[in-house]
Nanobody, 121 residues
Framework: QVQLVESGGGSVQAGGSLRLSCAAS????????MGWFRQAPGKEHDIVAS???????NYADSVKGRFTVSQDNAKNTLYLQMNSLKPEDTAMYYC???????????????WGQGTQVTVSS
């Protein structure tokens, strides 16, 4: 059974940084398409970043140059380093795992419970 547990959210002022972690169990993280999604109140669930089994990454345009997704295979943990945070980054952030290749998008998704990120101006 795939389980994902996020941590690292919190409140920060604009321009600050946070690092989110997603501890995975029940599967080998490196063999899955892994990603981070976020959902702000009243908005859709949007992808933020993804990383495939080869370590190739993709980012939403809104976070390019500010966010970095990475994974530690030894710890089976996914990370999202968020720098230069903006108030519009405020959202619930979710870790996601899909056993298929990232090229097809997230289709069979296992979700974490989410961690709140709040950025004040």
């Amino acid at each position: 059974q795939v389980q994902l547990v996020e941590s690292g959210g919190g409140s920060v002022q604009a321009g600050g940084s946070l690092r989110l972690s997603c501890a995975a169990s029940g599967h080998t993280l490196s063999s899955y398409c892994m990603g981070w999604f976020r959902q702000a109140p009243g908005k859709e669930h949007d992808i933020v970043a993804s990383i495939d089994s080869a370590g190739s990454t993709n980012y939403a345009d809104s976070v390019k140059g500010r966010f970095t997704v990475s994974q530690d295979n030894a710890k089976n943990t996914l990370y999202l380093q968020m720098n230069s945070l903006k108030p519009e980054d405020t959202a619930m952030y979710y870790c996601a795992a899909d056993p298929h290749d990232c090229s097809g998008g997230f289709r069979e998704v296992y979700w974490g419970q989410g961690t709140q990120v709040t950025v004040s101006s």
